[in-house]
Nanobody
Framework: QVQLAESGGGLVQAGDSLRLSCAASGRTFSNYNMAWFRQAPGKERDLVAGIKYSGTGTYYADSVKGRFTISRDNAKNTVVLQMNSLKSEDTAVYYC?????????????????????WGQGTQVTVSS
């Protein structure tokens, strides 16, 4: 079992920045690819950014490229999403998720069903 707990959400204005953190506990953190998903009201949950277990590879949705940065610290069991130049369309509940690595070099999955563990989510609201 892996427990994930997000923090750092809030209400900001367009153009502001927010830093989301996800703290993991339980099994070996470095055995998981980690990702941030988001879900806006009435919409599907979509992958925003992902990072490989080793931290050597990342993925970003086109809508956040150049604005968001994902990073991880395997020694501290944390993954961070730095969000800059926020837009109203970034408003959503943001979820941290963990995907168990089963193959060396396993790629970051965009499929929700591949992720084994989820946090409870943190609300990000961007006012225009």
């Amino acid at each position: 079992q892996v427990q994930l707990a997000e923090s750092g959400g809030g209400l900001v204005q367009a153009g502001d920045s927010l830093r989301l953190s996800c703290a993991a506990s339980g099994r070996t953190f470095s055995n998981y690819n980690m990702a941030w998903f988001r879900q806006a009201p009435g919409k599907e949950r979509d992958l925003v950014a992902g990072i490989k277990y080793s931290g050597t590879g990342t993925y970003y949705a086109d809508s956040v490229k150049g604005r968001f940065t994902i990073s991880r610290d395997n020694a501290k069991n944390t993954v961070v999403l730095q969000m800059n130049s926020l837009k109203s369309e970034d408003t959503a509940v943001y979820y941290c998720a963990a995907d168990s690595v089963t193959l060396y070099g396993m790629a970051i999955s965009q499929r929700i069903e591949e992720y084994d563990y989820w946090g409870q989510g943190t609300q990000v609201t961007v006012s225009s």
